[in-house]
């Protein structure tokens, strides 16, 4: 257990610059930038995910009251 805790911590240690989204690691040489249409992709993706969580948020809180229905 305390291993894991050991790598984790050494993990949570070397996470990159705090700027960087993905823990400092370079792009690879050739690599171009994002063009609009990327960025644009990703902001829909982006939209996507939070309606997808409150989605779920409302499935969660409609069985909480169908459970609270059914104990009565």
Do not use: W, Y
Request: proline share 6%.
């Amino acid at each position: 257990m305390t291993g894991l805790l050991a790598v984790i911590l050494l993990l949570a240690a070397d996470a990159g610059t705090p700027g960087s989204p993905d823990g400092g690691v370079d792009a690879p040489p050739g690599a171009t930038a994002r063009t609009a249409e990327d960025e644009e992709v990703i902001r829909n993706l982006d939209v996507l995910e939070h309606l997808a969580e409150g989605q779920a948020l409302e499935m969660i809180l409609d069985l909480e009251a169908e459970r609270a229905k059914a104990s009565r």
